[in-house]
């Protein structure tokens, strides 16, 4: 299936406020800024780290993309 990682990370919303994988999801559907059609780790992992709400934790991001390679890619 050809699926962006935003497309993936979207499918945790709505969790309870303490699965930080739903909190991770919920602040990126509100950066209208993230790169919604990208694959690629090293691109987003940069997106995270330099411009991305500090409530997207690049260690959520590594486990949610180590999810996302396994069923994706």
């Known amino acids: 299936m050809d699926r962006s990682f935003y497309r ?5 919303r709505g969790g309870t ?6 909190t991770f999801a ?3 559907f509100k950066d209208s800024s993230f790169p919604k059609e990208e694959k690629n780790f090293d691109p987003l ?7 991305a709400d500090s409530k997207m934790a ?3 991001f590594d486990e949610l993309f180590l999810l ?3 069923r994706f890619l």
């Open 26 to 28: 919920e602040y990126m």
């Open 58 to 60: 690049s260690v959520v």
């Open 8 to 12: 993936f990370a979207l499918s945790f």
């Open 45 to 51: 992992s940069r997106y995270v780290e330099e411009k």
């Open 68 to 70: 996302y390679e396994e």
């Open 17 to 22: 406020i303490d699965d930080l994988k739903s």
